[in-house]
Nanobody
Framework: QVQLVESGGGLVQPGGSLRLSCAAS????????MGWYRQAPGKQRELVAT???????NYADSVKDRFTISRDNAKNTVYLQMNGLRPEDTAVYYC??????????????WGQGTQVTVSS
């Protein structure tokens, strides 16, 4: 079994900051790419940022220069530092990871989601 557990969401005022964390646990052999996605009410889930196993990052245009994705491979954890938050960033944020596990198999895993609300 493999699990992704997110934390760090909440309510913040416009211009504020939050840091999301997502820890992977279970029968993990290798974690390849990790990422964050979000889904606002009435909208499709969209990519926020991804990071490869070697640290190459990719961001949605809407969050470039405001959000930073990072990972700690020793802790099987990915982070999303969100600065300059805007009301349009309000969404449920989901962690995603491409994981090779035992028994052998490579699968795409998702966390349960954490709510981020940006409002005054």
């Amino acid at each position: 079994q493999v699990q992704l557990v997110e934390s760090g969401g909440g309510l913040v005022q416009p211009g504020g900051s939050l840091r999301l964390s997502c820890a992977a646990s279970g029968n993990i052999l290798v974690i390849y790419a990790m990422g964050w996605y979000r889904q606002a009410p009435g909208k499709q889930r969209e990519l926020v940022a991804t990071i490869s196993a070697t640290g190459t990052t990719n961001y949605a245009d809407s969050v470039k220069d405001r959000f930073t994705i990072s990972r700690d491979n020793a802790k099987n954890t990915v982070y999303l530092q969100m600065n300059g938050l805007r009301p349009e960033d309000t969404a449920v944020y989901y962690c995603n990871a491409d994981i090779l596990r035992t028994p052998a198999g490579r699968y795409d895993y998702w966390g349960q989601g954490t709510q981020v609300t940006v409002s005054s």
